[in-house]
DNA sequence: TCGATGTATCGAGGATTGTCAATATATGAG
DNA sequence: CTCATATATTGACAATCCTCGATACATCGA
């Protein structure tokens, strides 16, 4: 195999900081799942609970709990139950974590 | 269904941008492609050759090619072919707009 | 033109995922 | 305690995904 260029990759992403950050864009790689995250940031108190959610998504209520625990898996929402109901809200750090991975992977225009 | 609290969901992602900044972080959502966006972004000229991911990869030439092009069509590389070699670039405008669509998700904690 | 090399596509196998119906669990109301 | 309701889990099925070997395409050098 004849290189083109220089094989340096100093600053690349490694195998367990690859894992944990795709895991992460990988539960917000649903449309559903987005939505999900854009809903609860924007509630009122920026939490909601799962009741909420079944009627616009137009989805099963086994489905959105399928939705909410991999988004929690993922570190992106933290469920906090409250009586009958869970209010669900985004875990912000985290959120910011992954912009931050994003962030340096933007290069100026070559 | 009751309702614990009001179901006001303004700002909300609708249908059609859920699905295609969705597209774009599923294509992140693996860790192979994240560490090719890593790569390719830590490249000496911001870009490189599909020829020197295969060996740090550990991962045969289909399967390779196979992420590039999942990344080209998420809109978050762009390949340019240089006599036999193509070499690839990372998309700056739209991982910025990717990272836009998360950030007004960071609420104040409640 | 021909051979060598980088890249893309095809086809297939195994794993994972999204969805739902059915069911179980948890909590509050009466 | 018993019932109603919100949430979680299980099991199943179709669809999609990741990976590879085999092969086709593209480009350059001789």
Redo the contacts with the bound molecule.
Sequence with gaps: ????CTPVFAGVLDEDEAVDTATAL??L?????LRIVSMLAAAPQGSA??????SPL?????????????L?EAGLII?E????????RVVADRLNDIRAVLAPTVHAPV
């Design positions: 195999m004849e290189f083109c990988a539960a790689g649903d449309p559903v799942r609970c799962g009741c909420e959610l079944e137009q989805l099963s209520q086994p489905t959105v709990s399928h939705h909410l625990k991999v929690r469920g139950r409250r009586g009958r109901w869970v209010h669900y």
